[in-house]
């Protein structure tokens, strides 16, 4: 026993120090991949008054950017409704159309922090559970796609964007006879550009094809833009290429994203959820 | 000013400075300045390493709160922290330092503040990159950012001293 006490006197700046790393490592590596403690995160509320009061400040530096973008998107939808169009056949009885279905709605939200420059980047947005916000949803803005709830708070929320390591978004490479499918994933160099793993090099992938979610998972529509192609390489010893894309949005500069709501979902897991496990 | 007061009120600047506004700078080149740091560095000669460390833990926990970096910075602090008195010994005067002095450069002179300073910064930097990116492969990436981050890092501490020293030691 004496022993021990004099063991502890002796090392007792290396115990405490070997402590306080192991929390802090703790807390560094179990959060990457599932959240435990809202109050370690900014949807605390001291740490998201102080980031309002901060985006009160700064929201207006990109304003003119931003608006000049919405109202582009504005005139690509308003040049797909019908009432604006000139009607070439007239007299024909429109009847209200039930071939397509809603399946997915979508929820404005405004990005009130945000960093490009880590390893992994999180978003906080405006939005939480108070609008319908769960975790797994996707959030996208207009240009591409952004990332993905990962956690949730009564008005806020944390997206854990394309910008982190193990982010792993289905997407596919638009080709003209067939698409590929792969994996999103960011290398932590550069935010405006991206990786996708898991392409077969049997297929000679042109420069700048347009690369899109797959929408496998239920989280993505299909046919959303994430980048285009800026880089092809063949890896050495494997089959596979190792392609670079640019992202088709800046991180850098976002403000209002969207997020998704799978009206389907629930239907899908409950589906897939049939299939016998193998052992 | 007491002692006390005075660190508990830098405490609140360079946490607050540190994230709201130097981690949301985006420079490029993979640059990323620090100046929590600086402040584990001027905590005076006679604090012991345990309250000191204590005192870096909480730092790093209200940076990381803020920035969503989950015991990143708490993580580099903490051993900052912990290697300061062993650098202080290595690099301080053969009967010991005076307490009247701060460890800054105005007080213990430019060149002890260059190197002593600049070793715990590289080592803080290189750790927080290093866990940061977490992959061997990538170790040219990780020293470029310790070696950009850290230089730049370094000037922004020598402007920063001459701003606070020049309004507290002029009573």
Known sequence: MRNLI?????????????????LALLWYTTFLSFPRNQYLTTNNHIAIQLLEWEHDLTKHFNLSKNNTDLQWENIYWRKRQPQFMYQLSRGKVKISDTLYEQQYTYIPAEVINSSVNRRNNYFTLNVGAAQGIKRGMGVFCQQGVVGIIHYVSKHYSLVKTVLTKD?????????????????LKWD??????GMI???????????????????????????????????????????????????????????????IKNLHLAEQTALEARIPEED | MNVVYKHTIRFVIFAFLQAMVFNQLNIGFGIHLMIQPLY??????????????GIAFLMGLVIDIISNTYGLNTSSLVLMAYLRPIVFKFYGP???????????????????????????????????FLLEI??????????????????????????????????????
């Open chain 1, 6 to 22: 004099a063991f502890l006197q002796r090392f007792r700046i290396f115990l405490v120090f070997a402590l306080l790393q192991f």
């Open chain 1, 167 to 183: 982010i792993n978004i289905d997407v596919s490479i638009r080709m003209k006879k067939t698409d590929l499918p792969g994996l």
């Open chain 1, 188 to 193: 932590g160099q550069d935010p405006r550009y």
């Open chain 1, 197 to 259: 793993t898991g392409i077969n090099n049997d297929l000679r992938i042109k420069k700048w094809s347009r690369v899109e979610t797959r929408g496998g998972s239920g989280i993505f529509p299909k046919g959303l833009p994430v980048g285009k192609v800026s880089f092809t390489e063949p890896i050495e010893g494997e089959a596979l290429w190792k392609v670079e894309i640019r992202f088709a949005a800046d991180y850098r500069r976002l403000q209002r994203v969207y997020v």
């Open chain 2, 40 to 53: 584990i560095m001027l905590l005076p000669f006679e604090l012991t390493v345990i309250p000191m460390m």
């Open chain 2, 94 to 128: 053969r009967e010991g330092y005076d307490p009247l002095k701060e460890p800054n450069s105005q007080d213990m002179g430019a060149s002890w503040f260059t190197v002593v300073y600049g070793i715990l910064l590289g080592l803080h930097s290189f750790w927080f």
């Open chain 2, 134 to 171: 977490f992959e061997l492969g990538r170790i040219g990436f990780i020293l470029q950012k310790t070696i950009f981050s850290g230089l730049l890092s370094f000037l922004l501490a020598l402007l920063i001293q001459s701003f606070i020293l020049n309004s507290t030691q002029k009573k």
